[in-house]
């Protein structure tokens, strides 16, 4: 998972390095405190990200500081603007993400860069393993002098063709391609199927690297969450009116499930970030029970030191949305619910 960098090449990521103030360090366990709650925003599909007209408008990291959020988490997908060698990011792509890393940073949030190709690598391994090492080179060389309130999540939810062998096996790749520009910058990595807490146990990190994090998303129970999401195939798309009540029986499997990835963090000595959570409203009408579901999580996270980042900012009216970008206003229950409001 090695790549040359040309001279060239090198001197044309020198040069577009942003001008970050040096860097120092924290540690992985004082920066998941400081994380709290955060939220996911501008997804690699924007339209942003093509320089199209998007609902998304820089000024809303603001928006999100000032409603008192401390982290956004930004889930890219470069695979599509590389060059055509497969090493390059192109200009455009790194100005869009060095406008909204900026914004983050000069607001004083945690700024996560996500990759999340995840659906090309869940689908074919050796494609994915041609181009992630690449991504990381770019990004690593480019941010090395963000402040450290900026951290690199390697790869959201492996899944699919990338099981736990081969997971395993890139993450210390990617993460010494990394270290090689970021020695001490705090790295998010998670655990197979998409990010499971079940598959926490399979996952093998670098013992001696002491700045990581480690994360899982949760979307359980998964038919109400997700009813109505075609993603998710059709059986689940066809669902609606699947109810979540908070009763004792479903916040008991909320606290064992959240139980167990703690467990698991003590044990292994890794901070833990709730990367992902939300629902769907497609077909689940019922914001109070959203909003219910999305307190009862967060909740669970911050009573056992996680810190957490909401799916997801805005996404229209049926999405995960916790902002309505049309009437420029938060989705109350949902924010309130964030933020313990
Ligand atoms: C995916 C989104 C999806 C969400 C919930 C994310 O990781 O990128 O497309 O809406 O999970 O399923």
Known sequence: MKRLVSLISALALACAIPAFAQSTSITPEDQVKA??????VAAGWDPYWDGNPSPFRLSYINTIKEAGFHTIRIPITTFRHMDKTGQHLDAATFRRLDAIVDAGVKAGLNVIIDEHDYDDCGKDADACAALLPNVWYELSAHYKDAPPSVMFEVLNEPHGAIDDKIWNGWIPDLISIIRETNPTRNIIVGPTHWNSKNDLPLLKLPD???????????????????????????EVAALHDVE????KEELAQLDADFDQVAAWGKANNRPIFLGEYGTYGKNNPRLDERAAWTRAVSKAADARGFARAFWYFSEGPVGFTAYDTDKNQWVAPIKNALLGQ
């Open 35 to 40: 994380m709290g709650p955060g939220i996911n």
């Open 244 to 247: 979540w009540k908070g009763t």
């Open 208 to 234: 001696a690297d002491r700045h990581i994090i480690v994360t899982f998303h949760y979307y359980d129970p998964f038919h109400f969450t997700h009813q109505g999401a075609s993603w998710a195939g059709p």
